[in-house]
């Protein structure tokens, strides 16, 4: 426990305990010492990747190697009614200063997300066969949201995700790379169910990520979502 400045003045010795100048001059000369105590309490807290925000979070980001802002404008993401791909938690709200091009720059949620996606990155150690762990650390943050990897022994890999459908930002982030978890040299499809809290669909499987008919949800690149 961090002590406070009234901490430090209860030690004060009876002969100068009361004297009000005396307790206003150790007042002055203490505050700053405890606040800066508070101040690097907070720290570890304040640049956390969970509990991190704003400039904070920016700062992580360089640390890690990834800027929230997005080279190329992403359109068509904005929520709207009537479109089933574009309503409540898929379409992103349109802010006062977002531009009608698209959105550049994350907000906090999926900056994380894509802040731990370079850290499972920076860590995985390129085998398809550990990438389902990396892509888990990504998706911790997403309830709902089912990760997994199939190596197509033809320099591929599929990677699909099933249950809760991702938001339309999200998507499109992953069609633009910026969950860089391959194999050199391998490409990466995509297959999202295209009918939210569904598996994909696929045969003689049965489980949270595939089902067959009736169960399952034909899986979908990000085009489809984004376009």
């Given at each position: 426990m961090m002590a406070t400045t009234d901490d430090y003045l209860d030690l004060i010795t009876p002969y100068y305990r009361g004297k009000p100048v005396f307790t206003a001059t150790l007042t002055a000369v203490l505050d700053p010492f405890a606040?800066?105590?508070?101040?690097?309490?907070?720290?570890?807290?304040?640049?956390?990747?969970?509990?991190?925000?704003?400039?904070?979070?920016?700062?992580?980001?360089?640390?890690?190697?990834?800027?929230?802002?997005?080279?190329?404008?992403?359109?068509?993401?904005?929520?709207?009614?009537?479109?089933?791909?574009?309503?409540?938690?898929?379409?992103?709200?349109?802010?006062?200063y977002d531009s009608d091009s698209g959105i550049t720059r994350l907000d906090d949620e999926t900056y994380r997300i894509f802040l731990r996606a370079k850290i499972a990155a920076n860590q995985w150690d390129g085998r398809v066969e550990t990438a389902q762990a990396a892509f888990n650390l990504v998706f911790s943050q997403s309830p709902g949201t089912n990760i997994f990897v199939i190596d197509n022994l033809d320099m591929t890999m599929t990677v699909g995700i099933s249950g809760?459908?991702?938001?339309?930002?999200?998507?499109?982030?992953?069609?633009?790379?910026?969950?860089?978890?391959?194999?050199?040299?391998?490409?990466?499809?995509?297959?999202?169910?295209?009918?939210?809290?569904?598996?994909?669909?696929?045969?003689?499987?049965?489980?949270?990520?595939?089902?067959?008919?009736?169960?399952?949800?034909?899986?979908?690149?990000?085009?489809?979502?984004?376009?």
């Open positions: 606040n800066l105590q508070v101040m690097l309490g907070h720290v570890p807290q304040d640049f956390d990747l969970d509990t991190a925000i704003g400039v904070q979070l920016d700062a992580v980001g360089q640390w890690v190697g990834r800027s929230r802002f997005i080279p190329t404008p992403i359109p068509n993401i904005w929520f709207s009614f009537d479109d089933a791909l574009r309503g409540f938690d898929l379409g992103v709200w349109k802010g006062p809760s459908i991702p938001s339309l930002l999200f998507i499109a982030l992953l069609s633009q790379g910026f969950l860089p978890i391959k194999p050199e040299g391998v490409r990466i499809n995509y297959a999202i169910t295209t009918v939210t809290d569904t598996p994909v669909f696929g045969f003689d499987v049965n489980n949270q990520y595939i089902g067959g008919f009736d169960t399952g949800s034909w899986g979908a690149g990000p085009s489809y979502f984004t376009s």
